[in-house]
């Protein structure tokens, strides 16, 4: 789905912006904190209805709006075509909720119709791939899990209900474990979250099973051309494993995904829904004793990870910052793939100043990827870091203190375009 223009209306340090896109290539350049990054940050809350930097939503408002007598932010996005051409439109209002503490509320239109957020996502899909995007390897196995869920809930809305309906589950069986530990009662009380625990878990189980079996292979030959030989694997380590449904295991789970590695095996299993959520309510039931002790659900996707292994070196412990980079670059282009060959359609590539961060043969290999998309934007602070043959191609734009303007990269040809 093509982004066609872009309005935003006090976001970051934007105050206002009108923007119409080019059909395939935009490249951004600008010193730091100049407002490229949060041009980024902008589609990539359209598409999937979350910011990839912000802690608190307080902080996409303008902070001149914030002193204002109606603090808000807007971001509107037209995309598609013909009878495909939608426009999506997020509101963000800081409001009083009566407790002295400022909220944000979320107003979502499609079309101008109200919606839900979550009517939000997929509809414009994106890859976003920064300079930080390290932690990917390196980081809590929360940013994994997170990562998982926003590419899978922009390819199915079916995956995004589940996730919402099973950390709804999650939030309310905990509340029940912690009232049975500190008040008594009776633990047949937890039959009915662990049913709905099974349902919705053994589907989120199954995508990301089935995700990271292509991930896997897709991956590891982008991992290969870009280390010199080097094989990736991605390995599921899921927060319950179907392989064992009852008997607490031997050996952990990457440890066995690693056996099987090593005799040539593959280190996925394709198990049914149903037999997934047999297999999960039997867990949870005998786990009964030892979750309540700890007032905390023990088992499920919600403790779900990935390991990044090379040569049964596990990258997350073991590997330099070269190579946990070199990792997520091979990750992100298998993300483009996967998401291209789930929906039939190109996602469009954002790149946030990730040139600087490379060498010659990963910087090649990301440039190879630029011609396999449709539309991408691509941010810079070094007209040099792209071919000129490259930038010839591309519409070119400076940035600066929230404001775009035409520019040509040194060498090139006078813009055309008006001003954003």
């Not at 390196?138 to 998982?148: I, K, N, V």
Request: with cysteine; charged share 25%.
């Amino acid at each position: 789905m093509h982004l066609n223009r872009l309005s935003l209306t006090n976001f970051r340090n934007y105050t206002r912006l009108e923007l119409s896109l080019p059909d395939r290539l935009l490249v951004l350049q600008g010193p730091n904190a100049q407002g490229k990054t949060n041009l980024l940050e902008a589609i990539h809350l359209l598409a999937t209805g979350r910011s990839p930097r912000a802690v608190a939503e307080r902080e996409l408002i303008n902070w001149l709006a914030l002193e204002s007598s109606l603090p808000y932010a807007r971001l509107e996005a037209d995309i598609g075509a013909g009878r495909d051409a939608q426009r999506l439109e997020l509101v963000l209002e800081l409001a009083a909720n009566g407790g002295g503490n400022p909220i944000v509320r979320k107003q979502v239109r499609i079309n101008g119709a109200p919606k839900r957020g979550l009517d939000l996502i997929g509809r414009l899909r994106v890859v976003l791939f920064l300079p930080e995007d390290v932690s990917l390897v390196s980081g809590a196995p929360s940013e994994r899990r997170r990562y998982l869920d926003i590419m899978l809930c922009q390819i199915s809305p079916v995956y995004c209900r589940a996730l919402a309906a099973y950390n709804r589950a999650v939030m309310q069986r905990n509340s029940l474990l912690r009232r049975l530990r500190d008040e008594g009662g009776d633990p047949a009380q937890l039959d009915f979250w662990d049913e709905q625990l099974g349902e919705s878990g053994s589907l989120i189980y199954n995508w990301r099973n089935n995700a990271l079996r292509s991930l896997d292979d897709m991956a590891g030959l982008r991992h290969s051309e870009l280390s010199g030989g080097e094989r990736l694997h991605l390995m599921y380590l899921p927060g319950f494993d179907p392989d064992r449904p009852v008997t607490e295991p031997a050996m952990s789970t990457q440890a066995v995904k690693q056996a099987r590695l090593a005799d040539g095996q593959t280190p996925y299993q394709a198990i049914s829904q149903a037999e997934v959520k047999q297999r999960m309510i039997e867990r949870l039931h005998r786990l009964r004793r030892r979750e309540i002790a700890a007032g905390s659900s023990l088992a499920g996707p919600h403790r779900d990870d990935v390991a990044f292994v090379v040569d049964e070196h596990d990258l997350r412990l073991y590997g330099s910052r070269g190579q946990q980079r070199t990792a997520a670059l091979a990750l992100k282009l298998a993300e483009l793939r996967f998401m291209r060959d789930e929906t039939g359609d190109s996602p469009l590539l954002l790149l946030d100043d990730v040139m600087s961060e490379l060498d010659a043969t990963r910087r090649h290999s990301l440039l190879d990827a630029l011609e396999e998309v449709t539309q991408a934007l691509v941010t810079t602070t070094d007209w040099g870091d792209f071919a000129p043959e490259m930038l010839r191609q591309a519409r070119t734009m400076c940035v600066n203190g929230g404001r775009l303007n035409p520019a040509a990269p040194p060498g090139g040809e006078a813009p055309t375009d008006q001003p954003g």
